[in-house]
């Protein structure tokens, strides 16, 4: 049964930094893509960051410069290092791996940030 767990989620000030991570557990096959989305109140889960197999990465607008997704491939982990935060990052971070024929998601992590 696959399974991702995020951690490292909680209440940051602006301007601080959290990492973010993403444990991933059973075989997931024929993987296109793994990536960090999030959801703040009242509004629509976006995407935040991916990264696909070759290592290349993808960004929001709103978090190029200042997030940034690594991935431990002998750990099976996924990570969004977050810089430079604002109040308006505030969401629940949600892991996301898709595959050719479907996607997991993960529980979600709070990430707050507010004086």
């Known amino acids: 049964q696959v399974q991702l767990v995020e951690s490292g989620g909680g209440v940051v000030q602006p301007g601080g930094s959290l990492r973010l991570s993403c444990a991933v557990s059973g075989t997931i096959s024929r993987v296109n893509a793994m990536g960090w989305y999030r959801q703040a109140p009242g509004k629509q889960r976006e995407l935040v960051a991916t990264i696909i197999g070759s290592g290349s990465t993808n960004y929001a607008d709103s978090v190029k410069g200042r997030f940034t997704i690594s991935r431990d491939n002998a750990k099976n982990t996924v990570y969004l290092q977050m810089n430079s935060l604002k109040p308006e990052d505030t969401a629940v971070y949600y892991c996301?791996?898709?595959?050719?024929?479907?996607?997991?998601w993960g529980q979600g992590t709070q990430v707050t940030v507010s004086s």
């Open positions: 996301n791996v898709r595959t050719v024929v479907r996607q997991y």
